[in-house]
């Protein structure tokens, strides 16, 4: 079949020179799904974002349709036929579907939006693929599943005929998941070419037509699905045999290190995000805590952590209540922590890689001895650390900020993980880092449990949280849905039904797995 893009010979070198991407080809053909997997730091999003004129290639082509494009902006590439869904989804949350839908391209009657024929071509173009969306439904009450789907109408109302996904399933259940690759292949079967972008690469082989793979910058090789395992294309990205399944002796707990007794928590709205809770977490234990975006799970660790307040129940750290700790004060009484938002809360990105991972460790007499810090020391455990864990860099000194984005989350895994700890909070711990990096973090997590650090792990990756908890609460609605203490019995499915509410254990039921 004829190549319908072609991205050939594409090289983009930043001022600081570091070379992105290295005379990269690409092409996919009218039609199919087409992977492109590779470690952080590999140059894959570097790449989508020239081809969606974010960013301009300092040398090479980029052909769509036999044509030579100049794409300078993102209304170029919506133009030339091109869409993006990224992966924090670009939304006003207080405005409808609809107008969501219809942002750069709004309908008027006269110099008024016209809500009317807004909803009319909204509800056309869902019909047109298969989505089933309310147009008049405001953006803040739907699911994230559904907001995924209106980021990609915002993408098909505009004649997109290429769709780029970044990494589109990271929080959704299975069941939101399924839905989602069933309309994509609908997509692809219409005549929309999808470049589909993931670590998840049980879902590259269940969706995917072909894969590139690329590595350092560079094209390592295209390869039909069929023709190669997970295994496989994990190899190709980081050179070495990667094991998928990690292996974890049963855990051995012992004394409660963290509390939670009837904790509500409100948001500044005044609205209730957690009802009532009541769990606590172990030395020697990695207690699982799953559900869908926005079901509490973000407000339960902001008040665990520090980063914000509670006025109902209590949270008791190591025999000490927690209310009015500063994050100092958490931090030295043994808890560290890995946030969700690496950007906002997991880093100083004007700060360079060194500093950001002594940053809570800099008042130690072996960094500090007074008047003058101990460089020659700092450098040492920098250095170690960055080989350690796999951050892709020029050296330690290299800025946060120039990092991608995995490079960035290894950096805040590096910092917590080295801090002596009694409890590790990890919010997403392995979201946006490569298949190599992630057996990284998983093992030394379970090595961590082993050593009797308590852990809480809230994962949006079902395999993650299943495959390293011991025991795995279930949000839904702000309250406890289900309490699971042998993990093993349960299934992606089932646990996607309680995360949607679908099913749910009774309080007695729960209370009594959480005191057994």
């Given at each position: 079949m004829e190549n319908y893009l072609v991205m050939q010979d594409v090289t983009k070198i930043y001022n600081n020179g570091i070379i992105a991407n290295d005379k990269v080809n690409f092409s996919a053909v009218k039609g199919e799904i087409h992977a492109i997997c590779g470690e952080n730091g590999a140059g894959k999003t570097t790449l989508m974002k020239m081809l969606f004129g974010i960013e301009q290639p300092d040398e090479g082509k980029i052909i769509i349709k036999g044509k030579d494009m100049k794409l300078n902006s993102p209304t170029d590439a919506i133009k030339a036929g091109i869409g993006m869904v990224h992966q924090h989804f670009m939304q006003v949350p207080s405005l409808t579907v609809a107008e969501n839908v219809m942002l750069g391209i709004e309908p008027t009657k006269g110099l008024v939006f016209d809500m009317n024929e807004a909803v009319r071509r909204t509800k056309e173009c869902c019909e047109k693929y298969g989505f089933e969306i309310n147009p008049k439904a405001e953006i803040q009450d739907l699911s994230v599943g559904v907001k995924q789907k209106v980021e990609i109408v915002k993408a098909l109302v505009k004649g997109c005929e290429i769709l780029i996904l970044d990494e589109p399933t990271a929080v959704l259940t299975p069941q939101e998941t399924k839905e989602l690759f069933v309309q994509l292949k609908h997509l692809r079967d219409t005549g929309c070419t999808i470049i589909f972008i993931s670590h998840k690469l049980n879902e590259v082989k269940e969706l995917c037509d072909r894969v590139t793979v690329i590595k350092k910058g560079k094209t390592i090789g295209v390869w039909n699905i069929k023709d190669v395992t997970e295994a496989d294309i994990s190899r190709y990205m980081v050179g070495v045999d990667v094991d998928l399944n990690i292996p974890k002796a049963p855990a051995q707990p012992k004394e409660n290190v963290l509390t939670v007794k009837n904790l509500t928590v409100y948001n500044e709205a005044g609205k209730k995000k957690v009802d009532d809770i009541s769990f606590s977490v172990r030395r020697g234990e990695i207690v699982g805590i799953a559900g869908v975006e926005g079901n509490?799970?973000?407000?339960?660790?902001?008040?665990?952590?520090?980063?914000?307040?509670?006025?109902?129940?209590?949270?008791?750290?190591?025999?000490?209540?927690?209310?009015?700790?500063?994050?100092?004060?958490?931090?030295?009484?043994?808890?560290?922590?890995?946030?969700?938002?690496?950007?906002?809360?997991?880093?100083?990105?004007?700060?360079?890689?060194?500093?950001?991972?002594?940053?809570?460790?800099?008042?130690?007499?072996?960094?500090?001895?007074?008047?003058?810090?101990?460089?020659?020391?700092?450098?040492?455990?920098?250095?170690?650390?960055?080989?350690?864990?796999?951050?892709?860099?020029?050296?330690?000194?290299?800025?946060?900020?120039?990092?991608?984005?995995?490079?960035?989350?290894?950096?805040?895994?590096?910092?917590?993980?080295?801090?002596?700890?009694?409890?590790?909070?990890?919010?997403?711990?392995?979201?946006?880092?490569?298949?190599?990096?992630?057996?990284?973090?998983?093992?030394?997590?379970?090595?961590?449990?082993?050593?009797?650090?308590?852990?809480?792990?809230?994962?949006?990756?079902?395999?993650?949280?299943?495959?390293?908890?011991?025991?795995?609460?279930?949000?839904?609605?702000?309250?406890?849905?289900?309490?699971?203490?042998?993990?093993?019995?349960?299934?992606?499915?089932?646990?996607?039904?309680?995360?949607?509410?679908?099913?749910?254990?009774?309080?007695?039921?729960?209370?009594?797995?959480?005191?057994?």
């Open positions: 509490g799970q973000r407000e339960l660790i902001d008040v665990i952590t520090g980063l914000a307040k509670y006025s109902h129940g209590s949270i008791v750290l190591d025999g000490k209540e927690v209310k009015d700790m500063e994050i100092a004060d958490l931090r030295e009484h043994g808890m560290v922590h890995i946030p969700e938002d690496r950007n906002l809360y997991g880093c100083a990105r004007t700060m360079s890689i060194k500093d950001n991972m002594v940053a809570d460790k800099i008042h130690k007499d072996e960094y500090n001895s007074g008047l003058f810090l101990n460089e020659k020391k700092i450098k040492e455990d920098t250095d170690r650390w960055v080989d350690e864990y796999l951050v892709l860099c020029d050296s330690g000194e290299q800025l946060v900020g120039m990092l991608s984005g995995g490079n960035v989350q290894k950096v805040v895994v590096a910092r917590e993980f080295t801090s002596p700890s009694k409890l590790l909070i990890s919010d997403q711990p392995t979201r946006g880092i490569d298949v190599g990096a992630a057996e990284f973090v998983r093992k030394k997590m379970v090595e961590m449990r082993d050593a009797g650090e308590a852990i809480i792990l809230v994962s949006a990756d079902l395999a993650e949280v299943m495959s390293l908890s011991d025991s795995l609460i279930v949000m839904h609605g702000g309250k406890i849905n289900g309490y699971f203490k042998d993990v093993k019995s349960l299934t992606e499915e089932d646990l996607g039904f309680y995360m949607l509410g679908v099913k749910h254990m009774s309080e007695e039921e729960i209370k009594g797995a959480l005191h057994e």
